[in-house]
């Protein structure tokens, strides 16, 4: 009982306390949801100050008599002389499991109408990524189910691999089709009761998009299943700029709580030259020095400290990853532009598409030559190294020969049988989008490809051909892809049984 | 941008020049004045609202707000201003003023200090609990 009346005392000198310090300060000027404050000597970089009304700001300039701060909240009700108080607290954003299957703003408010958060942690959007002697370098793959990327462009657990292109060349097809077969994996994996089976989250960050892009990205994963694994945070292009400044470090906060609690998460921000743009925006509003492009100094940071944070950790630290698919936009192909440039040089590595090869009908349109994974292939199982282990420079040679071959008609029969594979290969590497493939179907077709198989198949007909093989491996072949899946990599017993089962797929293809 | 930070700098410069050991003095001021209205240096006008508000900080540093529900006695104002004089280390005078909202209590402002114990500072904070 003593023990009650102690707590109720406390709670009551809490209460009684003398007095609060406080540090205040005046609204000097208001203009462009940026509020210039006189005074707030004690407030932070990147504290969260509280303006009249419970509206929310954050300071991003300190200055020595006065606080550049961005608003976050409605401005209307602000004023020239209100007060702001400091709160001693950095933005923080709800995060944990309850998440998962909502969608959310760079506050972390839910805004798809079903409710509020189970959520009961919060991770500080700002953070230090894990250090040198926490990481781990990159054993574990993940998979994206695009048979071009599987095989030439693997991507790891904790990697930084960027999808640059053009408008309209399909690199949010391409996160969201990673999104739907981590899905897709870990439905299987966790059915399968496997306890090593490491389920992995995923994280759509949409900056500066259009509301109907955002609705139709959550229709095609909750078509697919695979809502119920992904957290969607949110900053279209009608919010203001500095919600789509914050959304990534607030996705990345999300993707943090995966990630040193041991678990592993994918994290897609789509897309980071719409963020260059939110933050140059709130920089030039602040006065800060312009540079190249007009973009401020610091640029470069804004990037790198997000992306670094993207990390595999050895088993002292819970053993978890983040992995990072950033996007970047290029105007015309031009990827040596101040931000394709910066983030090419702080990913591992980058997916390069081509707008000249979405329109001949080559889907995903991969630049073979100019994507690369740096670290990836340490990652990659060894089924997929045994079958795809030539391909890229196989394709990387034709495009190149493909490009000398239009001039001429005179060509000597190595060549010519050159061109003939390299155009089945490219064919072969055709996939529809949303519709993501597993690695064994992959190992499958590609050993198909090594083993000659398609080459008495008309070229017209070799996507046909794949699909047929796809349906007939899936359909009737099941244990063979469950044995490729668990042992990993093909060997003399597998390679037996994949001949019988091709030899018997080709006596039923007719081309 | 770069003219407004040379507008800044000129105005610090001409604050400098008002302060005499360690607070603005009234003469110094004078003579400032003097001299911009004798020179008249480039965006003269932004520079003189410039220096008003650096000279308004400045002496606000020197000020404690004192406002209470209640009037307070010398004494009092004279006890808070030897207490904010030795916290911060410089001269501080102590300037009441009646708030009602108040309830009760005091609430004490040093530049963008507020120290407050008042019933209305503790029930809004009750209220956020």
């Known amino acids: ?511 | 941008m770069a003219l407004d930070k040379q507008i800044q700098q000129l105005a610090k410069v001409f604050l400098e020049a008002s302060m005499e050991e360690g607070s603005i003095s009234a003469s110094r001021v004078t003579e400032v004045l003097r001299y911009i209205e004798e020179n008249s240096p480039r965006h003269q006008i932004a520079v003189l609202k410039a220096y008003q508000r650096f000279v308004r900080i400045e002496l606000e540093k020197h000020i404690a707000h004192v406002e209470s529900a209640t009037d307070l006695s010398d004494s009092v104002l004279e006890n808070i201003s030897a207490a904010m004089s030795t916290r911060y280390n410089r001269t501080i005078k102590a300037i009441a003023s009646k708030n009602e909202n108040l309830i009760a209590g005091i609430r004490v402002r040093v530049g963008c200090d507020v120290f407050e114990d008042s019933i209305a500072n503790q029930l809004s904070a009750l209220q956020s609990l």
Request: proline share 4%; glycine share 10%; net charge negative.
């Open chain 1, 1 to 511: 009982m003593s023990t009650v009346i102690e707590q109720i005392e406390q709670s009551i000198a809490k209460l009684q306390s003398g007095a609060v310090k406080k540090n205040i300060g005046t609204i000097r000027s208001l203009a462009d949801g940026v509020a210039k404050v006189d005074g707030l000597s004690d407030a932070m970089y990147n504290e969260m100050l509280e303006f009249p009304g419970g509206v929310i700001g954050i300071a991003l300039n300190l200055e020595e008599e006065e606080v550049g701060s961005v608003i976050l909240g409605d401005i209307s009700q602000l004023k020239e002389g209100d007060e702001v108080k400091t709160t001693g607290k950095l933005l923080s954003v709800p995060v944990g499991k309850g998440l998962l299957g909502r969608v959310v703003d760079a506050l972390g408010n839910p805004v798809d109408g079903k409710g509020p958060l189970e959520s009961s942690e919060t991770y500080p959007i700002e953070k230090l990524a894990p250090g040198i002697i926490a990481r781990k370098s990159v054993s574990q793959p993940l998979l994206t189910g695009i048979m071009a990327i599987d095989s030439m462009i693997p991507i790891g657990r904790g990697q930084r691999e960027l999808i640059i292109g053009d408008r309209g060349t399909g690199k949010t097809t391409i996160a969201i089709d990673t999104i739907i077969n981590q899905a897709q994996i870990n439905k299987v994996g966790l059915a399968s009761g496997d306890a090593d089976f490491r389920p992995v989250y995923s994280i759509y960050v949409a900056i500066g998009q259009k509301n109907s892009n955002v609705a139709r990205t959550i229709a095609v994963l909750e078509n697919a299943g695979a809502l119920e694994y992904t957290i969607i945070v949110t900053a279209p292009a009608a919010d203001n700029p500095a919600n789509q400044y914050l959304a990534p470090y607030a996705g990345a906060a999300m993707g943090e709580f995966f990630l040193q609690n041991g678990m592993d998460a994918l994290i897609v921000y789509d897309d980071l030259s719409k963020h260059a743009v939110a933050y140059r925006q709130i920089s030039l509003i602040l006065k800060r020095p312009a540079g190249r492009e007009a973009y401020p100094g610091d640029v470069f940071y804004l990037h790198s400290r997000l992306l670094e944070r993207a990390a595999r950790v050895d088993e002292k630290n819970g053993n978890g990853s983040l992995t990072a698919l950033p996007i970047i936009e290029t105007q015309e192909g031009d990827v040596s532009a101040y931000i394709p440039t910066n983030v090419i040089s702080i990913t591992d590595g980058q997916i390069f598409l081509e707008t000249d090869l979405f329109n001949q009908g080559i889907r995903p349109a991969v630049s073979v030559g100019l994507s690369v994974s740096r670290v990836g292939s340490a990652a990659q199982i060894k089924a997929t190294k045994q079958v795809a282990g030539k391909l890229k420079g196989e394709l990387a040679q034709f495009r190149e020969l493909a490009a000398f071959a239009q001039f001429g008609s005179d060509l000597d029969a190595g060549t010519k049988a050159q061109l003939d594979r390299g155009s089945r290969i490219v064919e072969i590497f055709k996939q529809p989008a949303f519709s993501p493939q597993p690695i064994e179907v992959l190992a499958g077709i590609l050993w198909g490809v090594q083993q000659n198989y398609f080459d008495s198949i008309d070229v017209s007909k070799i996507m046909d051909a794949a699909t047929s093989l796809r349906e007939f491996l899936t359909t009737r072949k099941d244990s063979l892809l469950t044995e490729i899946r668990t042992k990993a990599k093909i060997d003399d017993a597998l390679e037996a049984d994949l001949k019988k089962a091709l030899d018997e797929w080709k006596t039923t293809f007719s081309a």
